[in-house]
């Protein structure tokens, strides 16, 4: 497609007061516009609505309700690993004994995944963990405790 060196508008800036629109007023005010938003889509933006909206109407898949979904916030154990040393610094965990004690809920987080290197041995007390997580701990001669 060849490019226009000049653009029609400024063609006939100066020559004509309604642009190619036709009679004065045409294509001027809200009236062109067929109402706000999706005003129509039944009537007489019909044809548009088949080209560029074809979905416009019905349902379209599920929702869960959101009462009913649980909000999945993990953590990988290989960063607790790295972090536990700080977190005993900043009272967020515990020592008893030779075990860190972590509480993952504290730190807002609700599931521990199991990618990492586990160094220390730590008691993790969370809602879920996986097996791979809970397999790591436990070598390193750590414990795991599930929430209820």
Same mark, same amino acid.
């Given at each position: 497609? !060849?490019?226009?060196?000049?653009?029609? %508008?400024?063609?006939?800036?100066?020559?004509?007061?309604?642009?190619?629109?036709?009679?004065?007023?045409?294509?001027?005010? %809200?009236? %062109?516009?067929?109402?706000?938003?999706? #005003?129509?889509?039944?009537?007489?933006? /019909?044809? /548009?609505?088949? &080209?560029?909206?074809?979905? /416009?109407?019905?349902?379209?898949?599920?929702?869960?309700?959101?009462?009913?979904? #649980?909000?999945?916030?993990?953590?990988?154990?290989?960063?607790?690993?790295?972090? !536990?040393? *700080?977190?005993?610094?900043?009272?967020? !965990?515990?020592?008893?004994?030779?075990?860190?004690?972590?509480?993952?809920? +504290?730190?807002?987080?609700?599931?521990?995944?199991?990618?990492?290197?586990?160094?220390?041995?730590? +008691?993790?007390?969370?809602?879920?963990?996986?097996?791979? !997580? +809970? *397999? &790591? #701990?436990?070598?390193?001669?750590?414990?795991?405790?599930?929430?209820?």
């Amino acid at each position: 497609m !060849a490019v226009r060196k000049r653009k029609k %508008s400024r063609k006939l800036r100066g020559r004509t007061r309604t642009m190619g629109w036709g009679r004065v007023g045409q294509h001027r005010k %809200s009236g %062109s516009r067929g109402g706000f938003g999706a #005003v129509g889509m039944h009537k007489h933006k /019909w044809v /548009w609505m088949l &080209k560029y909206a074809p979905d /416009w109407y019905g349902k379209h898949g599920f929702v869960n309700p959101t009462s009913k979904t #649980v909000d999945i916030r993990e953590i990988n154990v290989g960063l607790l690993d790295e972090i !536990a040393e *700080k977190l005993v610094r900043e009272g967020k !965990a515990v020592v008893e004994g030779d075990l860190i004690v972590i509480d993952v809920t +504290k730190l807002g987080f609700n599931k521990v995944t199991g990618s990492g290197k586990v160094t220390r041995r730590m +008691k993790i007390i969370a809602e879920y963990i996986t097996e791979n !997580a +809970k *397999k &790591k #701990v436990e070598e390193a001669g750590g414990l795991v405790q599930l929430l209820e």
